[in-house]
Every structure is written in C-alpha cells, then in structure tokens.
C-alpha cells in the first residue's frame, strides 16, 4: 500500500473526472492521500476532496505562491480555520506553507511573515508543517529553529545532504516524487540513494510534477505507485519494503494521518459551517 503524503487533488485540473481519478488511485494501491490547501479560498475545498477519499486527510496553510493576493487578516482566518478542523480526524497539519526563492517576481519578506506566522499556529496547536521547500531551505531552517514546529514534510525537497540531515534532525521526513524520476536529476537521485530509509516519504504534487513518462503532461496519484518502483529500483529495496517504511515515516510525522486513513469516503463530523466562516457570518446563519 502506498500513501501519497502531497497532492492537491482539490485542484481545477481534476474537476472533470475526480471521481474516476479516486477510484483509479485507490486501485492502484494509494490507501492514504493528504491534500495540501494553497489559500484560504480553498480550505473548504481541500477538506471536501479529502472527505470524498477512502483514507483521505488535509492540511490547511499559504502556500508562498499565493501571498501576493493573500492578506494580513488571512492569519487570523488560518487560525480560526485549524481551531474548528482539529475536532476533525482528517485534518493533520498545517501546510503548504514555506518560502519560494526561485519565482523573483515574489516579495521576500512578505514571504516571511505569512511563514513565520503559519509557524506560529503550528507552534499553538502542536501540529506538523508542510513545506514548499525551493532555493530556500537556510531560510526555513532558520525559522524552524526559532518555533520550533513539530516536524513535518519537506515537501518535494532538492537540497544538499548537509541541509536534508538538518531537516531530518528537526523532525522532517523529505519527500520524492516525479523530480526522481529523470535521470538528470543527479543531486535528487542521490539523496534518494543514500538518506536513510526512515527520512523518506513519496508524493506525487499532482497535477505538478509530472514523472519523465508523464512529462509536460498532467500528474496524477495514479502514479504514485510506479514512482515507488523508480525508488525502489534505485535504493535496491523490494517495493513492499519501500511502502512499509514510507508509510511508517508519513504516520510518524503526520501524527493525524493514521487516524484519517481509518475512515471511509464522507466519514466524519457533519458541518455546513465553511471553515472560514467568521463568528458574525455563523451565527446569521444559524439564525435563519
């Protein structure tokens, strides 16, 4: 069995055929999926997609990406969103957050309020971190130290071994996806190769991060399982001993996540209550 610890399966891109895409990963192995919000626009949306998978679970968090539009007051929001999530089994942690230093359009330092921020709550409610990790791993890592999350995911990482043992002291486990699977991807091939097997859980990004057979094309958790093979194939471990340890590591960082895979498509608390509703906007509601 596999579990795909980062796939934003909430996203437009799987609207037309969600459905089919569930049941085609589900046979394929994937018994657990962890959907990643990006913004407070899609908290409720990454909570219905993980509701509608057998052993589905989400996270809530700003990705870096979307802070241009995000706005100061969307910390507040984030953090009444997890305060109503956590009597949720599905809900494991606070993500995708991070820093992005790749895209230079993106302001840095607005950036680093939304991560330091979102470090906070996930300081507050004990919870695991899932970090958009691109040219930026010092700079999260100095923040790591400063609140001291409880661990979490380096989200498809591509550091030095030097920086992915730092990580994994701190609590992480790094994840690997389609990036692993082209044969230029020297330094990502590599830690694959040689980090230690407990530092180690699989993801798809999907529909990012495509592997080589599937490049420039739309990803899918249908993947998940060939992926492993590339693992698999490259740290010279039979499948089934891969899937046994990277679930093992994912229920150990996600701490939620075992919880969330006991449940069945549409288990969970009942709510028509958005988890950004504010206290004015609940109440009218329950007053009509």
């Not at 799987?14 to 394929?28: E, G, K, P, Q, S």
């Not at 991070?98 to 840095?108: S, Y």
């Not at 830690?191 to 699989?202: G, R």
Request: with cysteine.
């Amino acid at each position: 069995m596999w579990i795909d610890t980062h796939c934003h399966l909430d996203a437009a891109e799987f609207d037309a055929d969600r459905a089919t895409v569930i049941a085609d990963a589900a046979a394929a192995g994937v018994v657990g999926l962890v959907v990643p919000a990006v913004e407070c626009a899609t908290f409720d949306a990454a909570r219905a997609a993980a509701r509608a998978i057998p052993g589905g679970a989400y996270a809530l968090g700003i990705h870096p990406l979307y802070t241009p539009r995000a706005r100061d007051a969307d910390i507040a929001t984030l953090r009444r969103a997890v305060a109503r999530a956590m009597g949720d089994p599905r809900f494991v942690g606070i993500g995708e957050i991070g820093l992005d230093f790749f895209v230079t359009t993106l302001d840095p330092e607005r950036q680093q309020f939304f991560y330091v921020e979102q470090l906070k709550i996930a300081r507050d409610f004990d919870l695991p971190v899932i970090l958009h990790v691109r040219r930026s791993q010092d700079a999260l890592l100095k923040q790591l130290r400063i609140f001291t999350p409880r661990g979490g995911i380096a989200h498809a990482f591509n550091g030095s071994r030097q920086q992915a043992d730092t990580f994994v002291e701190r609590g992480f486990c790094l994840g690997f996806g389609g990036q692993m699977t082209f044969e230029r991807a020297l330094q990502i091939r590599r830690l694959a190769s040689d980090l230690p097997l407990d530092a180690l859980v699989l993801e798809t990004d999907a529909p990012d991060i495509a592997p080589q057979w599937r490049y420039k094309q739309r990803n899918s958790p249908v993947e998940l399982p060939r992926i492993a093979q590339v693992l698999a194939d490259l740290r010279g471990v039979t499948t089934a001993a891969l899937a046994q340890a990277t679930c093992r590591n994912a229920w150990r960082v996600l701490p939620r996540l075992a919880g969330a895979m006991a449940m069945a498509p549409g288990d969970g608390p009942v709510t028509g209550v958005s988890l950004i509703a504010d206290i004015s906007d609940i109440s009218d509601g329950l007053a009509r």
